[in-house]
């Protein structure tokens, strides 16, 4: 499970070069994946609970701090959807 864990560091890496708003959320969720192998080797749920916990804690973390840089930077678009999550693609023109 270690090496899994340190495999997404393609993700991290390039995440950071992309959009690095998406560092902490994909560094957060990655290393509880582990946790999820855990559980099955003991055949007990504690390391289930405890990834899918933490996937649902940093996501709802993640989505108020980002919004609220996005806020402070007065960045005219908060996010791909409107949502507020603080991530946007850079506006190329192309969008519909």
Known sequence: ST?????LWVVHVTAALE?????PLTI????GLHWAVFSWVIRHP???VHAI???VMVGAAW???????ANRSRSPRRGM???GCGIS???DGTAG
């Open 3 to 7: 090496l899994m864990v340190n495999l």
């Open 19 to 23: 959009m690095p708003a998406l560092v």
């Open 28 to 31: 957060g969720i990655s290393l």
């Open 46 to 48: 504690v390391g289930l």
């Open 53 to 55: 916990a933490r996937t």
């Open 63 to 69: 989505c108020p701090a980002t919004a609220s840089a």
């Open 81 to 83: 959807d409107g949502s």
């Open 89 to 91: 693609s850079p506006d």
